[in-house]
């Protein structure tokens, strides 16, 4: 089993927190009992504000993050706000925290608080138009708004990672006029090898790799491809544009319907990675090297 793991998406929490469940044990994607079976394995948590929570996003994004936070004390996952905080983590679990989708993001001051309690990462909107950015499934694509434009460089400053996944075109090339700093696209693929809306052009994963960013390999089929041996298909895309540093995983556990043929759930990671046909160096960096340096990147 590959010895360290780096996810840097799945949806985890929201879904314990609406279906009421525990993080120890359940029948979802992830679970403490299954994250055990790792040397260390590390797990972004999204806190989602889907649509129907539009008019109280504040509110649901701090119910979702403080589940996140009270279930990772019961089982004693290390909270991360740092590389360093990685590095020194004396569990073999540990957790950085994320939003997708900034519908709560009504000003600066809100995103300092959603960084004071331990946000490191974010997708400024969830495929649709909101006061930040234009989403990737909207007809028509404004971009960022000058709100979303401010909120972009105070992410920089502070040392938020922005992600690109689900953002319009004209939203993502904005972001990287404007970002300093890499820009992530936590969970995509190649539109190349898949054509769909939400995996990445060939132009803009070429941008993410001059920008020093990294790209998560999505799971979900419809994104993805019927079996999990599919993903080689997209990392083989990834490659030959010279994206060696810049190819990581973003499951989105626990936020899709169904999963490819041989993946169940995290339990398969370990076995996924080593079915990779690569150099140990280059499985490495997939497996959590190259998010791990974008993160240092930050100074979070």
């Known amino acids: 089993m590959t010895g360290t793991i780096f996810d840097a998406h799945c949806d985890t929490i929201s879904e314990l927190l609406d279906k009421n469940l525990r993080f120890e044990k359940n029948d979802m994607h992830i679970d403490m009992e299954r994250l055990c079976q790792y040397p260390s394995y590390t797990q972004v948590f999204a806190a989602f504000v889907a649509p129907e929570y539009r008019d109280c996003a504040m509110e649901r994004t701090l119910c979702i993050i403080e589940k996140f936070h009270r279930e990772a004390a019961q089982n004693g996952i290390t909270v991360c706000k740092s590389y360093s905080d990685w590095e020194n983590a004396k569990t073999n679990v540990k957790a950085f925290l994320s939003i997708e989708g900034g519908e709560a993001i009504s000003s600066l001051a809100d995103l300092e608080r959603l960084y004071e309690l331990g946000v490191r990462m974010i997708a400024p909107t969830w495929n649709f138009r909101n006061h930040i950015a234009c989403g990737v499934m909207e007809s028509e694509d404004t971009g960022l708004t000058p709100f979303g434009r ?9 040392g938020i990672i922005i ?25 995509s693929n190649s539109r190349s090898v898949k054509n769909h809306p939400r ?7 070429v941008k993410i ?43 989105d556990f626990d936020g899709v319907d169904s999963l490819p043929g041989g993946m169940c759930g995290v339990q398969d990671m370990g076995r ?13 960096k997939i497996a959590f090297r190259n998010f791990l340096r974008v993160i240092k990147a930050h100074n979070c």
């Open 272 to 284: 996924f990675m080593e079915m990779l046909p690569y150099s140990v160096e280059i499985k490495e």
């Open 163 to 187: 992600d690109v996944s689900h953002l319009s075109q004209k939203s993502f090339w904005d972001i990287c006029d404007i970002s300093q700093k890499p820009v992530c696209a936590s969970h």
């Open 209 to 251: 790799k001059e920008m020093g960013g990294v790209v998560g390999i999505n799971f979900y089929p419809p994104f993805l491809g019927d079996d999990i041996s599919d993903a080689t298909r997209h990392i083989e895309r990834f490659l030959s544009l010279g994206g060696e540093d810049n190819i990581g995983l973003g499951s």
């Open 150 to 158: 401010e909120l972009i460089r105070e992410m920089n400053r502070l």
């Open 199 to 205: 995996n990445l052009t060939d132009e803009q994963f």
